[in-house]
């Protein structure tokens, strides 16, 4: 049963920390997409990936956030300086990268963050 | 820029009722893409059924089937049967098509609840 892991599934840290989740996309993916989910943004873009290569990344804070994929198993997302108004569910979700046809984006658990 | 609008926030339905949830998006695209992602308390974001916009027959997927109306820019999910377990958040998301970034652009969701 192929599926999206982020790790963590929580995290509770103190304002100033430093904050880095995981994501395992699904064995054959070649697109990752992270998104955050707050309340009164709903759900948004944070980076894009195909084929390890970051694409877009205009939805992240350049100053504090960083999105990474060392190989085509783990992508990263760092927030550093963390400040409370990142508390938010951090969503990781794979493609197959089909430039044609319902490229369908699987998502993990998410990653729910409180910044303190 | 692409917009997608779930004009209800909250929905409640009698089990084994038909509800209805709409979706309206703005795009001047003609190719494209459009889901509904169920998100139940578990906060896991599940596909429910997708659509191509150059297709006219609606899709169904067992109890969930659409109304796509192209020209109107309405994409509206139909629950027949509602069971409790469909007692979660429906997002409608749109996608861009061929040579596209390919992320998803969401409404802000509508809460579905299921009465025994």
């Known amino acids: 049963d192929a599926r999206v892991t982020q790790t963590p599934r929580h995290k509770v840290t103190e304002m100033g920390q430093e904050v880095t989740m995981r994501c395992q996309p699904i064995?054959?993916?070649?697109?990752v997409f992270w998104y955050r989910q707050t309340m009164m943004q709903g759900l948004e873009l944070l980076a894009y990936?195909?084929?390890?290569?970051?694409?877009?990344d205009s939805g992240m804070p350049k100053d504090r956030f960083s999105a990474e994929m060392p190989d085509a198993t783990l992508a990263t997302l760092k927030i550093q300086p963390s400040e409370p108004r990142d508390s938010a569910v951090y969503f990781c979700?794979?493609?197959?990268?089909?430039?044609?046809?319902?490229?369908?984006?699987?998502f993990g658990p998410g990653t729910r963050l409180t910044v303190l | 820029a692409q917009t997608v609008t779930q004009s209800q926030p909250e929905m409640s339905v009698q089990e084994a009722e038909t509800v209805t949830l709409s979706c309206t998006y703005d795009?001047?695209?003609?190719?494209?893409?459009l889901f509904w992602y169920k998100q139940p308390p578990s906060r896991q974001m599940i596909l429910v059924i997708r659509?191509?916009?150059?297709?006219?027959q609606n899709a169904t997927e067992n109890r969930f089937s659409v109304n796509f109306q192209k020209a109107a820019k309405s994409f509206s999910l139909k629950i027949s049967d509602s069971q409790l377990g469909d007692a979660a958040m429906y997002f409608c998301?749109?996608?861009?098509?061929?040579?596209?970034?390919?992320?998803?652009?969401f409404g802000k969701g509508t809460k579905l609840s299921v009465k025994p």
């Open positions: 979700a794979s493609g197959s990268g089909a430039l044609r046809g319902t490229d369908t984006q699987y």
């Open positions: 064995l054959g993916h070649n697109t």
């Open positions: 990936f195909r084929n390890r290569a970051p694409l877009d």
């Open positions: 795009t001047s695209e003609s190719d494209y893409y």
């Open positions: 659509q191509e916009a150059y297709k006219q």
């Open positions: 998301a749109y996608r861009s098509g061929f040579g596209s970034q390919g992320n998803l652009i």
